[in-house]
């Protein structure tokens, strides 16, 4: 008889729906989805980082079994503790009858109240990705420990995403016998160089004054300032090559500010935001992909498509994946979070090195192929049959 996951997480999102369709697919374990935000999560939601109402254009509910549960609080969402409020949650779970519970993030109301009613029950995973990169005072650091260390008693195993990611587990009192590595992925065919990718992303470049013999440094995210833009377009503007642009993809508050510091550098180019199905494209507008984020920035994604897409990178080291992802001088470059003359020096090494982009972006490919669905599959089907 196969064994019984039930997954707990807010909403359907690009990053998971291809994991849940593949575990259902492989059918060695039994799933199912409780989704906590409910039902009303799937009407087109405003997005203050992208200043704009986003509907994703590719399927999230496809080729796996799911239910959404009924969210009472007032103010449903997933930036407020109260705003995953599921009374009926643990019934429904209990009725389903599982063999365990994968949780995704502690930090919300119903999520919590899960893991420490099923603790000592049935095994609790959890997923999440937070690490140790981000700074706090002293003060506020210890009393964040003491209390995560309290989160952490109520779990049996921490699916972990990186390097950053398992150092950030043992710190908060979970022994390495109870990590599991399950590494953060996105779908790599997806994002694949292909003819009629590159093919579309010429038109686009062509239109923008771009031709082959140029380099292209490429930002696509929120213009917030999580993400430090102003900060990439300040560097990108000292660094010295005949040939060079820099094009930001996306929206959101800084845009303003943003176009403020361009000026009238016209080798400097916004493109709105783009969506799940076009950004394939968009990577193939770049030779390097740029992401200076600040923090708090558990991961990137991005980071992740962009290598499937045969990208030069370059990274903060406020980014929980760059530990994991860049290999220094193979297939990019990481940089002082925050500190100008940092990012305007590795931006200056890919320009100086322009003509070993290319076998860069095929060691990123390289590198990611080993990010994938199939690995956190038989990471959490092994974990299902040990417990």
Known sequence: MKKRLAIITTHPIQYNAPLFSLLNERGNIEIMVFYTWGEDVLEDKYDPGFGKTIKWDIPLLHGYPYTFVKNVSRKPGSKRF??????ILIKEL?????????IYGWSFKSHLRVMRHFKGKIPVIFRGDSTLLDQFGFAKHWARKIFLTWVYRY???ALYVGKSNWAYFLAHGLPPHKLIRAPHT???????????????????????GITDDMIVFLFAAKFEPKKDPVQLIKAFKQVKHPGKHLIMVGDGPLKEEMEKERGDDHTIHFLPFQNQSQMPVTYQLGDVFVLPSLGPETWGLAVNEAMAGELAIVVSDTCGCAEDLIKVGINGYVFRSGNLESLVEKLQLCADNSGALKEMGKASKEIISDYNFEMVCLAIEQLMVKV
């Not at 109260?82 to 009374?87: A, Q």
């Not at 209990?94 to 994968?102: G, Q, T």
């Not at 003819?195 to 062509?206: D, F, L, Q, S, Y």
């Open 186 to 208: 996105v779908d790599n065919n997806r994002f694949n160089k292909n003819e009629e990718n590159v093919a579309r992303a010429g038109e686009i470049k062509k239109s923008l």
């Open 155 to 157: 779990i049996d195993y």
């Open 82 to 87: 109260k705003g995953i409020d599921n009374p």
């Open 94 to 102: 209990e009725a389903w009858e599982p063999d365990a519970v994968l």
